[in-house]
Nanobody
Framework: QVQLVESGGGLVQAGGSLRLSCATS????????VGWFRQGPGKEREFVAA????????YYSDSVKGRFSISRDNAKNTVNLQMNTLKPDDTAVYYC?????????????????WGKGTLVTVSS
């Protein structure tokens, strides 16, 4: 079983930046894709970004494309989400999850293990 722990959330002003990390343990890190999802207040959970297993193919939602960047460090078993030019609409609990393929995760299915989330609050 894979365990995931998110960190890096906090309060930031609009236009600022945050870097989220997803630390994983259990399983073989290089065998699974990892994605970030978020759930804002009163909203359904939505896909944010995903990165593939080996070649690191990346997918982004239209709402974060050009502002967020996902990366993985296979030596440290972590996946990072660099978030720039943050907007109040980015306020949400951010979750990381594992899956078999980044492409399917980008369409909202195929996730297997989840972390408990980290809160990001963007003030206007």
């Amino acid at each position: 079983q894979v365990q995931l722990v998110e960190s890096g959330g906090g309060l930031v002003q609009a236009g600022g930046s945050l870097r989220l990390s997803c630390a994983t343990s259990g399983g073989t890190f290089s065998n699974y894709a990892v994605g970030w999802f978020r759930q804002g207040p009163g909203k359904e959970r939505e896909f944010v970004a995903a990165i593939g297993r080996g070649d690191g193919i990346r997918y982004y939602s239209d709402s974060v494309k050009g502002r967020f960047s996902i990366s993985r460090d296979n030596a440290k078993n972590t996946v990072n989400l660099q978030m720039n030019t943050l907007k109040p609409d980015d306020t949400a609990v951010y979750y990381c999850a594992t899956g078999s393929a980044a492409a399917t995760m980008s369409r909202g299915y195929g996730m297997e293990y989840w972390g408990k989330g980290t809160l990001v609050t963007v003030s206007s």
